[in-house]
Structures are given as structure tokens and as C-alpha cells.
């Protein structure tokens, strides 16, 4: 079965360097998460897409953007990195009905 | 403020012993999720609870909403080491598809 896509899987940057992660969520799921977790910590909710419209927005810097694109898949623009900005940032989808988030594989930033 | 707490935060125990993982959240809600996750690897899907008293089970785990108590729990049943990973609640409050996360309970069984 497909799963939610992620790349690049991993990445490496420099201070003040932009990054951008995609997301190709799984074929008919309407609403894609991204989520942030750093070493260690619970995964927290940056912001949310359904219909190609942002739905929710958690603790996403300024600094980052994400768009949803006519296909379903996201991105998620970073600049200015820090390095607190060195985490696994995740890509769900959502299952209509159960509301199961489905993650992809991840994307390790580690900014230098 | 929504809250989701799960204790303990860490549990190491042997093989073969049974244990409770319990979620705590802060707010009303019917739909929760376990997940878990190993090292450095994504978060696989466990659980959908989606009622009051539900009730799911999966090989050695068990999981049981309670909506009133705001109460999730994940039972271990005779564990083994390949249960070791770390297993996250997740509250979706009032069904707004806003996933709160619990604070994670890491896992260690030991052979």
C-alpha cells in the first residue's frame, strides 16, 4: 500500500542557509500535518493543510512557510536556519472517518 | 491549555512481566491514538480509539479509552524485547483534528 512520502530524508545545512521539505501524502487523503520533533521530545504540530488551504497552525516560526500544491503534496519552506532548527520533521496524512494520521519517514535537518 | 500526559515517562522491565501505560488528557475529547516509535524512525499507528469504553487489542498490547475519566491506557501483556520503543498517546480534542501529542513513554524490555 502507498505511504506518505517524505524527502529528502536527510539534510544538511549551515546557520542562516534556507531548506525545503516535501511531502506526498497517501493517494485521496485530503489533509496533510507537519510536525516537528527534536531529540528526545514529543513531536509538536507546526501547521496543517486540508484542500489545499492551511486549517491549523501550531508552533511554526516565522521563519518557516508551507504551502499545499493542486497535486496534495506540501512543502515546507525554512530560512534563516538556526541551530535549534536541528530536528526529524514528519509528514502526515489523514484517513477520512478515523482521523488515523498516517507518518511518513521523516526528514532529518541538521543545521550547522 | 490542553494537556496530554502519559506516566511513566520511562519503564524498563522484564521479559515476560505485564505493565500499564497510562495517557491523561485535559480536555474533553473522543477520539485518541497510540503510536509508536523506534529510534530515529517514524511513528507507526497502534491504536484508534474512537468511544468511550472502547477497547482494542493487537498481540501482547491492549488499549481502553475511558472519555469521562479523560483516561487512555496501553496494557503489556507477558512483554518481550521487541516491544521496546517508545509509544505516544495522541488526543484529537472535541474531534477538531488538532493532535495533541502525549509526552511519550519510552520502553525498554529486558531480556
Known amino acids: 500500500a502507498a505511504g506518505v512520502i517524505q524527502s529528502p530524508r536527510h539534510l544538511i545545512k549551515e546557520k542562516r542557509e534556507t531548506a525545503t521539505l516535501k511531502c506526498y501524502p497517501i493517494?485521496?487523503?485530503?489533509?496533510v500535518y507537519w510536525y516537528q520533533q527534536g531529540p528526545g521530545q514529543d513531536p509538536q504540530f507546526l501547521i496543517s493543510?486540508?484542500?489545499?488551504?492551511q486549517s491549523d497552525k501550531g508552533s511554526i516560526p516565522d521563519r518557516f512557510s508551507a504551502q499545499q500544491f493542486s497535486d496534495y503534496h506540501s512543502e515546507l519552506n525554512m530560512s534563516s536556519l538556526e541551530l535549534g532548527d536541528s530536528a526529524l520533521y514528519f509528514c502526515?496524512?489523514?484517513?477520512w472517518g478515523t482521523g488515523e494520521l498516517f507518518f511518513g519517514e521523516g526528514s532529518r535537518l541538521t543545521v550547522l | 491549555e490542553l494537556k496530554v500526559e502519559q506516566n511513566p515517562l520511562f519503564l524498563s522491565m522484564q521479559e515476560g512481566k505485564n505493565y500499564t501505560i497510562y495517557c491523561n488528557y485535559s480536555?474533553?475529547?473522543?477520539?485518541l491514538y497510540w503510536y509508536r516509535q523506534d529510534p530515529g524512525k517514524s511513528l507507526e499507528s497502534l491504536f484508534v480509539?474512537?468511544?468511550?469504553?472502547a477497547v482494542k487489542q493487537e498481540g501482547r498490547l491492549m488499549a481502553s479509552l475511558d472519555t469521562k475519566a479523560r483516561l487512555s491506557t496501553l496494557h503489556i501483556t507477558a512483554a518481550v524485547h521487541d516491544l521496546s520503543a517508545t509509544y505516544f498517546c495522541?488526543?484529537?480534542?472535541?474531534?477538531?483534528?488538532?493532535?495533541?501529542f502525549g509526552t511519550g513513554t519510552r520502553l525498554k524490555v529486558l531480556a
Open positions: 502526515a496524512s489523514r484517513t
Open positions: 480536555t474533553t475529547s473522543d477520539r
Open positions: 480509539l474512537l468511544s468511550n469504553g
Open positions: 495522541a488526543v484529537d480534542p472535541s474531534g477538531t483534528y488538532k493532535y495533541i
Open positions: 493517494p485521496r487523503h485530503d489533509t
Open positions: 493543510f486540508y484542500e489545499k488551504m
